[in-house]
Nanobody, 118 residues
Framework: QVQLVESGGGLVQPGGSLRLSCAASVSMFRINVMGWYRQTPGKQRELVAA???????NYADVVKGRFTISRDNAKNLVYLQMNSLKFEDTAVYYC????????????WGQGTQVTVSS
């Protein structure tokens, strides 16, 4: 069974930065699109960024210009660099992958908590 393990979350002040990592237990070459999602209590999980095997990226409007997604298939890792963090970025962040942007084919991991607070 594929496992996805997220890490790198934490407490950060507004305007600060964090870099999240997601490790996959399978070769990421097999996964066409990897995405980062986030969820807050009472809300649906939302896609914030995605990247194809070819390096094409797309972002939710609320994070454009502040977040950058990247992947290292050789290491089975996907990253999310988050800059200029805002209070509303507070959430549990998850990664997943699938055939197209927004599709998720694997069991969800535990996620990593990001808290933006002064």
């Amino acid at each position: 069974q594929v496992q996805l393990v997220e890490s790198g979350g934490g407490l950060v002040q507004p305007g600060g930065s964090l870099r999240l990592s997601c490790a996959a237990s399978v070769s990421m070459f097999r996964i066409n699109v990897m995405g980062w999602y986030r969820q807050t209590p009472g809300k649906q999980r939302e896609l914030v960024a995605a990247i194809t095997n070819g390096g094409i990226t797309n972002y939710a409007d609320v994070v454009k210009g502040r977040f950058t997604i990247s992947r290292d298939n050789a290491k089975n890792l996907v990253y999310l660099q988050m800059n200029s963090l805002k209070f509303e970025d507070t959430a549990v962040y998850y990664c997943n992958g699938g055939l197209y942007s927004g599709s998720y084919s694997y069991p969800w991991g535990q996620g990593t908590q990001v808290t933006v607070s002064s």
